[in-house]
């Protein structure tokens, strides 16, 4: 029982550290502030470029004008840019820019580093150990609150 309580007390301190750095703004080796959202939506543009917005959100689970809001706010950093497909001047298109690209591989590295221990020690487990792992976290991220 003492050990029940002490992962949920550890589960609870991982969800609010998250919370907390899910506000924090960072610089990704550019000289620019950027918030989550910011690097999560330069990561996509630069997973699917060049992308329409309406593609976009749909990579990312947000609302058309939430990367309206996002692009727009990169685009004044510049660190992506917007342009049209010849032969189809209907829809806009997304990229990076060289700093938006410098920032992504920022991002990249910083994970890699952040995860590092991780992966060295989940490629210690048996398979069995990393399933039950994944079936925690699968029944953790199942009850969270919607909201």
Known sequence: MKQHNEILEKVIGITNAMNKTSKC???FGVGIQLYPS???TIEAIGAHEPINANALSKALGITNGAVTQITDKLLKK???EKFKIEGNQKSV???LTALGR???QAHDRFHTKAYQSIEDYLSTLTADQRIAILDFLNLYMENLPNE
Do not use: C, N, P
């Open 93 to 95: 298109y997304i990229r």
């Open 25 to 27: 703004v960072r610089d």
């Open 38 to 40: 910011e690097i999560h």
């Open 102 to 104: 410098t920032a992504e």
């Open 78 to 80: 510049g660190l992506v």
